[in-house]
């Protein structure tokens, strides 16, 4: 087995309880706008975003349209049922970037598992995320002191899964391709960004699959369901997350 000294983490998903920050975020910014709250909204939102981001994966949307675009779809929705509110959807986007920037809760096994890998690993996040959430999020964060940097794709000028983007985060840790092949591990929950970049630039993978999905055609080179299993495979076992 390979000892991996280098770790991407995709941030959402993985590391970040996004499902509940999303949810308490969205919320914040319905109830602002005098617009239900409940459940069944918030999923709707949810679908909508997901729907939104995949598409930006698949270079149909950029990333400004995208920001929008999800609220309008949202209010567009609420309309055809009767139920308006008191605000555009740009103004929703603004107030929604603000509040999701306050969010920033983990997993539980996020802080151990980081803090085992720390002293063995040069860690890093990756992250298709809006520089201006990821970074409120992560300066409020107990991970923070365990990463190096954050390679926030609208920053960068590209996205994940796009073999430029895995490019500009090699270089910029200084790293070549070839030597990146047999020290970079990328941790990630989504198949078609995190693992299917990873595949792009020829880079082992850990698929985080705690629901136990079906990975398709997808070849993750490692799946785990809880990111305790992460360390007996990045650096050959031995460590504990006490």
Excluded at 59 to 76: A, I, N, Q, W, Y
Excluded at 193 to 212: R, T, V
Aim: glycine share 8%; aromatic share 8%.
């Amino acid at each position: 087995m390979k000892r991996y000294d280098i770790i991407l983490f995709d941030a959402d998903g993985t590391l970040y309880d996004f499902e509940t920050s999303e949810a308490r975020a969205v919320s914040e910014v319905l109830e602002a706008c005098g617009l239900p709250t409940d459940e069944g909204t918030v999923r709707l939102y949810h679908r909508i975003n997901d729907a939104e981001w995949k598409a930006l994966e698949r270079g149909e949307t950029t990333r400004e349209r995208l920001k929008v675009e999800r609220f309008s779809k949202l209010l567009s929705r609420l309309s055809e049922a009767g139920i308006k509110g008191n605000a555009t959807a740009e103004q929703m986007c603004s107030m929604y970037v603000e509040a999701l920037s306050r969010q920033c809760v983990l997993f539980p096994e996020s802080e151990p598992v980081c803090r085992a890998l720390f002293p063995r690993a040069q860690l890093y996040i990756i992250t298709n995320g809006i520089t201006n959430v990821q970074r409120g999020r992560f300066a409020r964060s107990p991970i923070t002191k365990y990463f190096r940097d954050i390679f926030i794709s609208e920053a960068m000028g590209a996205v994940k899964p796009e073999r430029r983007y895995f490019e500009l985060v090699l270089g910029s840790i200084g790293i070549s391709e070839e030597e990146a092949r047999e020290r970079v591990l990328v941790v990630g929950d989504s198949l078609s960004s995190d693992i299917k970049g990873a595949s792009s630039i020829g880079l082992d993978s850990c698929w985080f699959n705690p629901k136990g999905e079906d990975a398709g055609g997808a070849r993750p080179t490692y799946t785990v369901k809880s990111l305790y299993e992460l360390l007996d495979i990045s650096c050959g076992g031995g460590i504990n997350a006490d």
